[in-house]
Structures are given as C-alpha cells and as structure tokens.
C-alpha cells in the first residue's frame, strides 16, 4: 500500500532561493493536487554576495517559458561571457575564464594540446585566442550562439531582488500562497524527529508533509531545529566575510564579471545596466571591517550608492541536505564563495534533484541518502575549482597567498594536479560543474603548465599546425567583430525601465 503523497509543502524563507523553489515546484506540481505555501518577512533582509550566473540559468528561465529578454528587462540585467581574473597569479597578471571551449578537438585531441606545442616552439599567443567569448567579451561585443558560433554560452548579471519579486508573481499566479510572517518555533513529531507544525509570530500554526528551508544562512529548519550538523571548508577557502556595495555606472557595461584580487581576498565588480554591484570577499584573519569597507570605496568606478554592507559566512555545507522532512536549499543548505557565481546555479541543481527525486510521505531514507550523495559531491567538486584559484598563486606580498599556496589540498584536488601537470589531462569526477575547458583555463591562467602535450600531435606537421591554428584565430576574430556591441545589443532587445539605483546587495 503506498504511504500516501506530498500533498503540503511548506518553504520557510523568500529571496531568490524561496521563490526560485515555489516557481519551479508550481511548474510541476499542480494545485490544488498539491499545496504550496511560502512563509517570509519582508524584516528580515535578503543576504547575497553576488548578481552573477553561470550559463544554466537559461535552462531555468527556459523551463519556467521565461523569455530571455522580458527577463532582462525586468531585472535591469546585462550578458555575461565570463569572469576577468586580475592579480590572481600574480600582481600585473590578467587570465579569463570564459563560457566556452576552445574550439573542436584536432585528430581527436583537445585544441589546448596543440597551442601547448606552439608553446614549446616559442609562439606566444595566448590560449585565449582561441575563445570566442574572451575575444567577444575583451571587444565589448555580444550576440547569442547561433549556427555560426556555437562553441560557447552566456550568463547574467542582473539584480536578484528583482527577479525575486518576478518569480515571486509568477508562482503565485500559479496558486502558491504567500505568507507574511516569522517562524517562532519549530514543533517535531513524537517519536521520529519530522517537522510536524511551525508556529508564527502571528499565532497560526501551519503543519506541512514537506518542509523546505530557505531561511539563508539562519538554517531555521535543517540546522536550528534539527541540528544537522555543518561541514567546514574554511582551511581551504579560508574569507569569511564580505563587503558589498552598489556604485554608479560608468561608460558601456562589460559582457563579462571582473575578479581582482587584494592583500587580504577579491573584489568583484557586476555591471548592470542601471548600476555596478561591487564587493570585497576577505578573511578577516587579515583585514578589519574597516580596513575593508575603505579598500572597496577606494577601488568603484563610480560615486557609492549605499554604505557598504557586511556578510558574514563560514564556507561549508550542512553534513545533510535533506533530513527527515526537510530539504535546505540555498544557503541554508551551504554557502560556496561568490568566486565563480556558483550560489544560483547550487540552488537551480539542489531543486531539479528535488523534482527528479521527488517523496512520498514515507521519505524513504534510501532517496534521501542518494539526493545527499549527488548534492554533497557537486559541492565538493566546485569547491575543489574554487581552493584552485586560491592554491596556485605566485605572490609572496600578503600572508593569505601564502597560506594558500602552502596548505594541503583535498586528495580529489591533488590528483587533478597531479594528473594536469603530468599529461595536460583534466581527469574529471562524478558530478563536475565545470568541465575540461573551464580547468584548462583556471590551470594554465594560474601558471600551471602541465611538463608535456599529447605526444600523437607530433604526427601533425609543425607548418600544418601553424596554419590551422592561425586559421582558427582569425575565424573567431571575425565572428566577434560582425557582433554588435553589448550595450547596442541590450538597447535594441532587452532595455530595462528606467530607474532608482537600490541599495544593498541581494542574492
């Protein structure tokens, strides 16, 4: 006999995760088959670190019947090809990290192979030639892969407090029911630990089948009441705090992120088209508040729309996702840096496992170890790509760096160094965020060159080579340069209304 289904959820905090959730479950689950509540309050201010996705947020968007540009419109939003890394390396050292690859394998072997040989031989054009979105991106130009151009992918930058309000109608049209209130205390079932009842500031009690934690860094749910349990990177991603703050804009937007590197962490800056979010990630091992706060006002473009805003956070996951009747999404469930705008992307995956694996009222505990394994291993490998740009530095002008270079590394990490600096072979795992690409360029803008290429490039022609490769060179040239430029492209298809700089930084 079937235990019965879901036929309550509840989810317990708003901003982009919350509605993010409601919206996608309202996709799939029909009311009134299925009851979806949200419980939030507009006191309780949204915490974020970042405006920034990763290219499968077109799938959510797509999902949704989300069009790209009424998207864009409504979020004051701009493209995004990738992220400019600045002094990461080094001090005066710039390397990208842009949506793409770096063009169709050559005799089956991957392009970074060949320039690897040109390397060897004294050519000195950067692999980043080879990428149509850096050469795009650096041109100031945008247009959306099409036949022509399929070798890459796009993001955005937008304003997450406005596609929360976005999302936030779209799934109350489709029958989820907001609730504006505070949860001031979490009632467990007798005998086996599930939430059974939440109790509001307002006296209602609201009970629920499933229970899902939005409530950001708080854990209201998953942690406070069943102490789940929390999982601490920070000896490999040791900044635990950071400064935001919105300036005005300056001149065209760029289709990419920039991430410079200071003493003590990073500086992001995210154009949009009616501001730039800026923020300084640190450890405060290193650096005061203030000492922050005053670096990142020194370092805008543009005249400070706000005082800057301080997060605190540990890097980590909780040791469960999903416990009992509860499922933390967001940073309730585990917070990664800002580095490579992994938060969203992190909350987009951890929903679809909910759909794909979806419970009963029984919540088989084999699922829900199964909706950990697959979670906890996506975090893990993204947190790997992350300690990557930490590790392999060469400055010696702050402490931090040099913790970072010095520290033990997580044995997944090292035997992708290892494996890279013996064969130029990214060996990837279960659960990857990135792929081949994306390692090459982190590894060889780092300075990791790995001791040899492929040795079966040496059947190919120095001369042949040369030629195919300068041919490939000059092709993404044009193709950039018949693009029109990012902010004639955003006038003509996606100009947001006019309006406001808001203050604060959300996610």
Known sequence: MSPG?????????????????????????????????????????????????????????GVLGINEYEFLRQTQGTYKLGIEFRDWAALGHTHFHF?????APIEGISPHHHWLKLRALGDTTPLADYSLPYVAGKLGRFAPPGAQSPAYKHAYHFDASLYAQYLRGFATQRGVRRTEAKVQDVEL???????????????????????????????????QALHTGYEDWSRWLPCDRAAAVPCESSGE?????????????WQWRIPLQHRIGNGYVYCSQYLSDDEAANTLLANLDGSALAAPRLLRFTTGRRRQFWNRNCIAIGLAGGFMEPLESTSIQLIQTAIARLIEMFPDRSFDPVIAAEYNRVGSAEFERIRDFLILHYHANARDDAPLWQYCRAMTLPDTLRHKLEVWRSSGRVPLLSEESYQEPSWVSIFLGQGVVPRRYD???????????????????????????????????????????????APGVTS
């Open 5 to 61: 289904r879901i036929e309550t959820i509840v989810i317990v905090g708003g901003g982009t995760a919350g509605w993010m959730t409601a919206a996608l479950l309202s996709r799939f689950l029909r009311s009134p088959a299925v009851s979806i509540r949200l419980i939030e309050s507009d006191e309780i201010g949204i915490i974020g670190v970042g405006e920034a996705t990763v290219p499968l947020m077109q799938v959510f968007n």
């Open 99 to 103: 949506f793409g690859d770096f063009g």
């Open 189 to 223: 079932r007798a005998g086996d630990g599930f939430i059974e009842t939440l109790v509001l500031d307002s006296g209602e009690r609201v009970s629920g089948d499933l229970f899902i934690d939005c409530s950001g860094f708080r854990g209201l749910l998953i942690e």
């Open 253 to 265: 937007p760029t289709p990419y992120t920039v991430s410079t590197a200071r003493s003590a962490g």
């Open 455 to 501: 040795p079966i490039i040496d059947g190919i022609g120095t001369e042949q080579l040369r030629a195919g490769m300068r041919q490939r060179r000059q092709a993404i040239r044009a193709l950039a340069e018949a693009m029109p430029r990012h902010a004639e492209f955003i006038a003509r298809h996606c100009r947001a209304p006019a309006m406001a700089a």
